[in-house]
């Protein structure tokens, strides 16, 4: 099993996923989506959907968080509103590019999410009910959509823990952990605007760096943005941590480590 971290910088797992592409590229938003719609995945490997997926959620990084809740959440099946007021609720979501229908279907075409259609009855509809009807029938047949993780989108959630993504920030860049450490502690207190963080991380040899053969200073954002990436930093009013980053925290501090 070739390893797909939650990394836009790093895609480990390549392929041609041209059609899976395009089908996120196409609008969603008239809500007529049916398991006829989505791509077949039976003669893809478990890694190539695994690719698949990793794609869809790393392809705006404003969107990136939404979608790894969207699968964690969907672990037990979920009716499409559950899943929407869920992301909704999501604070990252007040800067999503797309609205949670689209999300939570272009999931769904990247293999991750797995498409259910009930009757009236909670009955799931098959293709064999299916067959021979109109599409007016068919839309009678079936009451209600939900969706459910994917052994695919399980996969990825379980190696894409937030708490994973952490230890691997600190340790591919140890020269820099105290720094990271410091910075999830200070905004821990409260929610800090960008330029509390800018003045707290000012001067410090962290930010010195070496491009091109030439010195350079960092920017205080880019503790922020990989802080975030990991899923341990989030906008609400200020920065300030996610549940995730208040755990790992205080796991630091169990093991002596902040």
């Not at 003669?43 to 699968?71: G, Q």
């Amino acid at each position: 099993m070739n390893d797909v971290r939650f990394d836009s910088e790093a895609l480990t797992v390549s392929g041609d996923f041209d059609e899976a592409s395009d089908a996120e590229e196409t609008s969603v938003d008239d809500r007529s989506i049916s398991t006829e719609d989505l791509p077949a995945a039976a003669e893809l490997t478990f890694e190539e959907k695994l690719a698949a997926l990793n794609r869809t959620v790393m392809r705006h990084p404003l969107n990136r968080e939404i979608l790894y809740k969207t699968l964690a959440f969907c672990a037990e099946e979920r009716p499409l509103r559950e899943a929407e007021d869920f992301i909704a609720g999501l604070p990252q979501f007040s800067l999503a590019t797309q609205n949670q229908y689209y999300l939570i279907t272009s999931l769904a075409k990247a293999y991750g999410l797995e498409l259910i259609e009930r009757d009236e009855a909670g009955e799931r509809v098959t293709a064999a009910q299916k067959e021979g009807l109109t599409e007016d029938e068919v839309d009678d047949l079936v009451a209600a959509l939900s969706f459910k993780t994917t052994e695919v989108g399980v996969y990825f959630v379980e190696y894409n823990k937030p708490s994973a993504r952490l230890v691997d920030l600190l340790s591919l860049d140890p020269a820099r952990a105290d720094t990271y450490r410091d910075l999830l502690e200070f905004v821990a207190a409260e929610a800090r605007p960008y330029r509390d963080i800018e003045a707290f991380l000012d001067g410090r040899p962290a930010l010195q760096t070496v491009i091109d053969g030439r010195p350079e200073v960092m920017q205080p954002s880019v503790f922020v943005d990989k802080l975030e990436r990991a899923g341990a930093l989030v906008w609400k009013e200020g920065w300030t941590l996610t549940e995730e980053g208040r755990e790992f925290l205080e796991d630091l501090k169990v093991n002596g480590q902040a």
